[in-house]
């Protein structure tokens, strides 16, 4: 029997060293007034975890965070707990994860997929029809998680390579697929509906005012600010992309869409309880605009969106057809359902909140001496200064750590000298972190399109640039423009 021996490898030893060394040097650092050594402590602990999750591992960190903030004096492990694992956010994103799972697999994906496909306007012209592809990834995106729309969308994108006769080496696969998840990504920062990176930005929010941004108040911020950085997108591709669009000559979209049969009665009720669902979580906002006082919208406000979520998933658990429940729960939760990122995601939440506690001093420090240096400053100046720092992050790190960072930033900003509303900077940053488009380390799909054999590498990194120039300007000018007026 061979000998085992303790080895690591060692630069992840270095970077777990380097962490420790920051926590310990926050324990014996002065506290610079009016912060106090608790914020000091929180800080320390906060940048340490942020560094690990990013460059280390995306689970035991996030553990060790909850650990370790439990002794800086700002709570006790259990209440470290509580509001980490036990905070709305990641029940609110299990439920959705049960959610969308049971429409992907109930087959509604592929017949949304197959009905927008074959509309008339979409064969018009190659560049119609390649836009018309990217339009899809983006109504995917918008309405299920990010991670299996791109897995959807490549695969539905080779069938349609294949049909045409492009192999891996001709540029236009490269051009659409980028196109496509580029799509994908800017569709899932539209709006909060199954969407774990949102939700968390708001729950940063939440934790740090105790106040709570409607998903109907995001929606009237995302999905303007979203349909025009495609659009933008889109013109900047169809300018720029020189692609050799001979193949597509004879081409027909019907070769390659999937034969939809009739709805069954399977898919129509999970399809007809995501959607109440979904029409359930934004009414309480609509309703509040023209009757905020009225016995029914009052009563329906008592209910979180958790609270639906929870309820939708429970019903599909109950309704059976033909012996078999809609979903099966157990199965999903065993099987299929990411608890590293909900861990990933609890301890994002929570640092929000113990960052702007105040036992930390860190927004009278942030209003004593930040305050001054921005007061002169436009406000947009310093909007677009977070949101490129925001866009730049995200495309290199990990996105829950750039909207854990920024949003708490943000908002502590707001909180503190008024130079930037925390509502509207809140949801400024939560777009701009779940905008990935450079490298593999930023977000899963980003990784999966530079995986794709019919993708290019030069190419995604030509236009992740350009996007990465043009998100934070449209989200300055038309999204924190939008959310200041509804926030």
């Keep these: ?33 009016p912060m106090t050594t608790v ?20 689970v035991w960190p996030a553990i060790l965070g909850v650990v370790l903030l439990s002794l800086t004096g700002v709570v006790n492990l259990n209440g470290a707990i509580s509001g980490s694992l036990g905070n709305w ?15 992907n697999e109930s087959g509604f994906t592929s017949r949304m997929v197959a009905k927008f496909m074959s509309q008339g306007f979409v064969q018009k012209s190659p560049w119609t029809f390649t836009i018309s592809l990217a339009v899809m990834g983006m109504i995917l995106g918008a309405f299920i998680d990010q991670v299996p729309a791109t897995a959807f969308m490549l695969a539905f994108n080779a069938k349609v390579y294949q049909s045409l006769g492009y192999t891996k080496q001709d540029k236009y696969p490269h051009i659409a697929n980028i196109l496509t998840i580029f799509g994908v990504n800017i569709g899932g920062a539209m709006t909060p509906i199954s969407h774990s990176l949102i939700i968390l930005g708001l729950g940063v929010y939440e934790a740090a005012t105790g106040n709570s941004i409607s998903l109907f108040t995001y929606l009237i911020y995302g999905v303007p600010t979203g349909i025009i950085l495609f659009a933008l997108m889109a013109l900047i591709f169809r300018f720029l992309a020189k692609p050799d669009f001979s193949k597509f000559k004879d081409f027909d979209v019907h070769s390659v869409l999937d034969e939809q049969k009739e709805m069954t009665l399977r898919e129509k009720t999970i399809v007809a309880i995501f959607f109440i669902t979904v029409i359930l979580w934004i009414l309480p906002g609509i309703l509040k605009m023209f009757a905020p006082n009225a016995a029914f919208v009052v009563w329906l406000g008592k209910y979180s969106i958790t609270f639906w979520a929870a309820v939708a998933v429970v019903v599909m658990g109950i309704l059976c057809i033909d012996g078999k429940p809609l979903v099966d729960v157990r199965d999903v939760v065993n099987k299929h359902i990411n608890w590293g990122i909900l861990i990933f995601i609890s301890i994002g939440v929570y640092f929000g909140s113990a960052i702007c506690a105040e036992e930390t001093g860190v927004n009278a420090f942030m209003q004593a001496y930040i305050g001054p240096m921005v007061q002169g400053v436009s406000s947009l100046i310093v909007v677009f200064i977070i949101a490129f720092a925001a866009v730049f992050m995200t495309n290199f790190a990990s996105n829950v750590s750039t909207i854990t960072v920024m949003t708490g930033l943000g908002v502590a900003l707001g909180m503190s000298t008024g130079v930037v509303n925390p509502v509207a900077i809140a949801m400024v940053t939560g777009f701009c972190g779940s905008c990935a488009y450079l490298m593999p380390s930023s977000f899963a799909t980003i990784a999966m399109l530079h995986g794709d054999e019919y993708s290019n590498k030069a190419d995604i990194y030509k236009y992740a640039i350009i996007m990465m120039i043009l998100t934070p300007i449209v989200v300055t000018l038309i999204g924190y423009t939008i959310g200041n007026a509804v926030g």
Excluded: H, N
Excluded at 90 to 103: E, K, P, Q, R
């Design 1 to 33: 029997m061979e000998k085992q021996k303790f080895q690591m490898d060692g630069s992840r030893l270095i970077k777990i060293l380097l962490c420790l060394a920051i926590v310990v040097i926050a324990w014996f650092l002065p506290a610079p007034e």
């Design 39 to 58: 914020g000091v402590k929180v800080i320390g602990v906060f940048i340490a975890t942020v560094i690990l999750l990013s460059t280390v591992d995306t």
């Design 89 to 103: 956010v990641v029940y609110f994103v299990l439920m959705s994860f049960i959610m969308t799972y049971a429409l």
